[in-house]
């Protein structure tokens, strides 16, 4: 770890950013313009295990899927209203009614959900071709051909996420 050494000049300099900053940092009022209601925006998640009654079925497996999520849902939403209300604990303001509800995801970037099956939407069980490999009289390993097997992928858990919208209660 690096030290810097603070000299009569920079110390100086440090003095005066914190004096021109200083009116910066004053705490933010929540103005609200007439019309427009204040609101506490919280993110609720929950996850459930999957478990098909026949593993090799994709009527079982989407059976299992559509309960965990089911399951998972409920959870999701009471998690988003205690988060709101520990924000609205924390701001020194009480929670309201819940004006709306998204499962829309926040991020973009994933983590992508399991509704999408392996072999497309709601799709758990699909061929798959594969290599047959051997080894060689050197040793090598080599692909001598190749053949199709039919598999099926049970997603282990399904995540549910919720953004919830509670009013801030006057």
């Known amino acids: 770890m690096t030290s810097i050494s603070l000299t009569a000049p920079r110390a100086l300099?440090?003095?005066a950013a914190a004096l021109l900053c200083g009116p910066l940092a004053a705490p933010a009022r929540a103005d609200v313009a007439p019309g427009q209601q204040r609101t506490i925006v919280a993110v609720g998640v929950a996850t459930?295990?999957?478990t098909p009654q026949d593993r090799k079925s994709n009527d079982s497996i989407k059976a299992a899927v559509d309960a965990a999520q089911a399951q998972a849902l409920p959870d999701a939403i009471r998690e988003?209203?205690?988060y709101a209300e520990k924000l609205a604990t924390a701001a020194g303001v009480t929670l309201g009614d819940l004006l709306t509800?998204?499962?829309a995801p926040a991020s973009?970037?994933?983590p992508?959900?399991?509704q999408f099956g392996p072999f497309g939407v709601d799709q758990y069980c699909g061929d798959r071709r594969v290599a047959i490999v051997r080894r060689d009289a050197n040793g090598r390993r080599r692909v001598v051909g190749r053949r199709t097997r039919h598999v099926c992928i049970v997603p282990p858990r399904v995540v549910q996420q919720v953004t919830v919208t509670y009013a801030i209660a006057s």
């Open 13 to 15: 300099a440090l003095a």
């Open 48 to 50: 459930a295990n999957v």
């Open 80 to 82: 988003g209203r205690e």
């Open 101 to 103: 509800i998204s499962n």
């Open 108 to 110: 973009p970037y994933g």
């Open 112 to 114: 992508f959900g399991y």
